[in-house]
């Protein structure tokens, strides 16, 4: 059983930045592919990035085209935590972002949210004008 935890969100002006982490428990975090999700209200839940296993401590990066240039996501395998470090943040971006995680999840299923098995609660992220 893995359990996930967000933190790092906030209220921010266009613009500017924020840095949200994923705390994990469980074994074997540096065998999971990770991913971050958000959703906004009224919308279906969707894909921002994810790192995914691809062998031992080797994972492929891969970003929502809303996102690539801005947001940042990385791991801490010896702290299993997950980051995802958000640049320029504009009003498209406001939303709970979630983290996921799905062991040795292929690359090729990465953006599919029924993909991964388990979930954090969501941190909000508010961009202000």
């Known amino acids: 059983q893995v359990q996930l935890v967000e933190s790092g969100g906030g209220l921010v002006q266009t613009g500017g930045s924020l840095r949200l982490s994923c705390a994990t428990s469980?074994?074997?975090?540096?065998?999971?592919?990770m991913g971050w999700f958000r959703q906004a209200p009224g919308k279906e839940r969707e894909f921002v990035a994810a790192l995914a296993w691809i062998g031992e401590n080797t994972y492929y990066a891969s970003y929502a085209d809303s996102v690539k240039g801005r947001f940042i996501c990385s791991r801490d395998n010896a702290k299993n935590t997950l980051y995802l470090q958000m640049y320029s943040l504009n009003p498209e971006d406001p939303a709970v972002y979630y983290c996921?995680?799905?062991?040795?999840?292929?690359?090729?299923?990465?953006?599919?949210?029924?993909?991964?098995?388990?979930w954090g609660q969501g941190t909000q992220v508010t961009v202000s004008s």
């Open positions: 469980g074994r074997a975090f540096s065998s999971y592919t």
């Open positions: 996921a995680a799905a062991y040795r999840a292929q690359r090729n299923s990465i953006l599919t949210p029924t993909t991964y098995d388990y």
